[in-house]
């Protein structure tokens, strides 16, 4: 029996996100659609741009030009240069993970698809070096859309997670284990696959599945217990947020909490079944939810250690989420209104929230601290 908690204990973090810090700044300014954020030693920062360009932005905010090296990106609908995430260990190794659009070639010529790449950032910031596509999704399919690409290094520094999306056409096989699509994989730094994945042993399967049933998770991230959580974009509704587990199947297409586009129901319609995980949270109407955050610092006062916070495209907004025994407390309360569309949010080495936001001309923010 799940356990209520206190209307006291809601009411009182209602309250706490009334008084929350609302003010930003601006730590640089001049992007083209900026995609994702990475923390460098020294205040220093790695920018992702769609378009296929990586940029280093000094601590005092200055955009470099766009790093040579980088592997052939395919920039087009919700594809291109995409995740940047350095490794726990970046100071002694300048080791960086990348996930990108990727042509076909060959037989796979005019498809395209969602591929990991490992790489060294030259030490005078100017490049990538060693650059080694390790994993690819299979299979490319023709098509702009649902690439997730969201990376997620491993507690112990080991492994790498990633949220692969389904490609939209591919919907159904989010449901089957013989391909990539709507999967969370886990690879070694090789791209290998772990033997102590849950269907390394199964017949047929990808053995670098992790988890199964996503639509297009576009937000990862460890809390502080080292469990992996999601989100990811419904269809006209149905934005999830899911603590994901090995093995487990999310459900998609079979259920969701979503309509498809222009209305009409998906599959039979259902958001439940036997087998299939229920979302943690869902966002219905949709908010198109891209970043993710876990504040584990003191920054932002006490009530604020623990949360969560979620961007929103649509909304232009930031979400603090409010969980407590994998449970969501209350309802997800908007605290920064109209501050662009967001595409990343994380927490820096300084314990502060950097949020990016794409629109013309893209920023890196900075959320203040309480006072």
Not at 296 to 303: I, N, Q, R
Not at 329 to 353: E, N, S, T, W, Y
Request: charged share 20%; net charge positive.
């Amino acid at each position: 029996m799940r356990r209520l908690l206190p209307i006291a204990f809601v009411l009182a973090a209602s309250a706490a996100l009334a008084q929350a810090p609302k003010t930003f700044d601006t730590v640089a300014s001049g992007f083209e659609r900026p995609w994702a954020v990475a923390f460098l030693p020294g205040g220093e920062f790695l920018v992702t741009e769609k378009p296929g360009a990586l940029r280093w932005v000094s601590a005092q905010g200055r955009i470099s030009a766009p790093l040579s090296g980088l592997p052939a990106v395919e920039f087009a609908g919700q594809g291109g240069l995409l995740d940047v995430v350095v490794d726990r260990d970046f100071e002694r190794t300048r080791a960086l993970s990348l996930c990108f659009t990727e042509p076909g070639i060959g037989a796979d010529k005019g498809k395209n698809g969602t591929a990991l790449a490992r790489a060294t950032l030259k030490a005078d910031r100017s490049g990538l070096e060693n650059v080694q596509v390790v994993f690819r999704q299979a299979p490319k399919l023709a098509g702009r859309h649902h690439y997730g690409c969201r990376i997620v290094e491993s507690a112990d520094g080991q492994t790498l997670f990633l949220t692969l999306g389904e490609r939209y056409s591919g919907m159904k096989q989010a449901q089957t284990l013989d391909n990539h699509l709507g999967k969370v994989v886990r690879v070694r730094k090789d791209g290998s696959a772990p033997a102590d994945n849950p269907f390394a042993q199964t017949a047929g399967a990808r053995p670098e599945i992790y988890s199964l049933g996503h639509r297009n998770p576009q937000g990862a991230l460890l809390d502080a217990d080292g469990r992996l959580w999601v989100h990811e974009h419904g269809p006209q509704g149905g934005d999830e947020i899911n603590l994901v587990r090995p093995g487990v199947n999310y459900g998609w297409p079979v259920i969701t909490h979503g309509k498809d586009y222009g209305g009409g129901k998906i599959g039979d319609g259902i958001t439940h079944q036997d087998g299939l995980e229920q979302p943690v949270w869902h966002w219905t109407p949709s908010i198109a939810p891209s970043g993710f955050a876990h504040i584990t610092s003191p920054a932002y006062g006490k009530a604020w250690q623990g949360s969560f916070v979620v961007g929103s495209l649509k909304f232009r907004q930031l979400q603090r989420v409010v969980l407590q025994d994998g449970r969501l407390v209350g309802q997800p309360q908007v605290f920064a209104d109209d501050i662009g569309r967001v595409r990343d949010v994380r927490q820096g080495p300084d314990g502060l929230l950097y949020v990016l936001t794409e629109d013309e001309p893209g920023r890196l923010l900075r959320l203040r601290a309480a006072p």
